[in-house]
């Protein structure tokens, strides 16, 4: 089976800019996520989607970051204004249902924020 | 809060011998445990999983062990090879959530 897709792969932009990610999961896989890699640091989630419901965005920095998913398959995440400690790799994963775990990582979107 | 510590932060080795990676949570409610392996310029790919109601699980030679009372779970490679080298991330969820609580990482080098 396919992946995860995410694009871009990386993406560098001027503080205060503002940028879009897009990711597809895995076909038929329900449960969808958004987690922020610092370089050094393990994952952190951003927010999960259960179909194109919010699970759980409460680590989601809500006066600047925005994701959705529209027909609860493909979903965008977005940073508007972006700040230097945005820079991260950003990383979807997607799940064929909730609480089955093991879920499937994409390669993920290196933004450097300068 | 819940938290997820791991050690050691880098791990050597040489090629043949065995790799140990230990892991303590804080939340007692944890009851799934996956271990993730991440190579440079790739997303984390899950390489064992194990749930509270098993203490341990192998797969070929990868093996992890729980201990729910001292929560603590451990990652044992055995006959490493250079193609385990990457970094290791344990991390744990809680019952009915899927959030999972990622450790710091464990950058292991094998050396043939």
């Known amino acids: 089976e396919a992946g995860v897709a995410q694009s871009p792969r990386y993406k560098i932009i001027e503080k205060r800019q503002s940028v879009a990610f897009w990711c597809n999961p895995i076909?038929?896989?329900?449960?969808l996520y958004w987690y922020q890699q610092i370089l050094g640091q393990g994952p952190k989630l951003l927010i999960q989607?259960?179909?194109?419901?919010?699970?759980?965005d409460s680590q989601l920095p809500k006066d600047r970051f925005s994701a959705e998913r529209l027909k609860g398959v493909d979903s965008t995440l977005k940073i508007q204004p972006a700040k230097l400690e945005d820079s991260a790799v950003y990383l979807c994963?997607?799940?064929?249902?909730?609480?089955?775990?093991?879920?499937?990582f994409g390669s993920g979107t290196r933004l450097t924020v300068v | 809060g819940e938290n997820v510590e791991q050690h050691p932060s880098t791990l050597s080795v040489q090629e043949g011998d065995s790799a140990v990676i230990k892991c303590t949570y804080s939340d007692s409610a944890s009851n799934y445990f996956p271990w993730y392996k991440q190579e440079l310029g790739k997303g984390p790919q899950l390489i064992i999983d194990?749930?509270?109601?098993?203490g341990e699980k192998k797969d070929q030679r990868i093996a992890v062990t729980l201990n729910k009372t001292a929560k603590h779970f451990s990652l044992h490679i055995t006959e490493t090879q250079p193609e385990d080298s990457a970094v290791y991330f344990c991390?744990?969820?809680?019952?009915?959530?899927?959030?999972?609580?990622f450790g710091t990482g464990t950058r292991l080098q094998v050396f043939p």
């Open positions: 194990i749930r509270s109601n098993v």
């Open positions: 994963a997607s799940s064929l249902d909730l609480h089955i775990g093991g879920y499937t």
């Open positions: 991390a744990a969820s809680k019952k009915w959530t899927d959030k999972l609580i």
């Open positions: 076909s038929g896989h329900a449960t």
């Open positions: 989607f259960q179909n194109n419901g919010v699970v759980d």
